[in-house]
């Protein structure tokens, strides 16, 4: 058996005929939206600038470290 979620697929929100939209019309926009924000913030987690500023902090954080002698991080 196939896999039948047509993934990235818009859905046709249908409304009823007084022009509102239904419980089941809404509960689908709604996750039609998460699933939008989610693939847009995996793009940005997964972006090369976001993971190589984070890997220079932990550079930069270690040579702070070397540099400030123990009796004065101990005070902190």
């Known amino acids: 058996?196939?896999?039948t979620r047509r993934a990235n697929h818009d859905w046709?929100?249908?409304g009823k005929d007084d022009g509102r939209a239904s419980f089941d019309g809404a509960q689908l926009a709604v996750?039609?939206?998460i699933?939008?924000?989610l693939q847009s913030l995996n793009r940005?987690?997964?972006c090369a600038n976001l993971t190589q500023m984070a890997l220079a902090a932990q550079r930069i954080d270690k040579?702070?470290?070397k540099r400030i002698p123990l009796r004065t991080r101990r005070a902190k």
Do not use: K, P
């Open 1 to 3: 058996m196939g896999d």
């Open 12 to 14: 046709t929100v249908c």
């Open 31 to 33: 996750l039609m939206d």
């Open 35 to 37: 699933r939008d924000e």
């Open 44 to 46: 940005f987690l997964r």
């Open 63 to 65: 040579r702070i470290a």
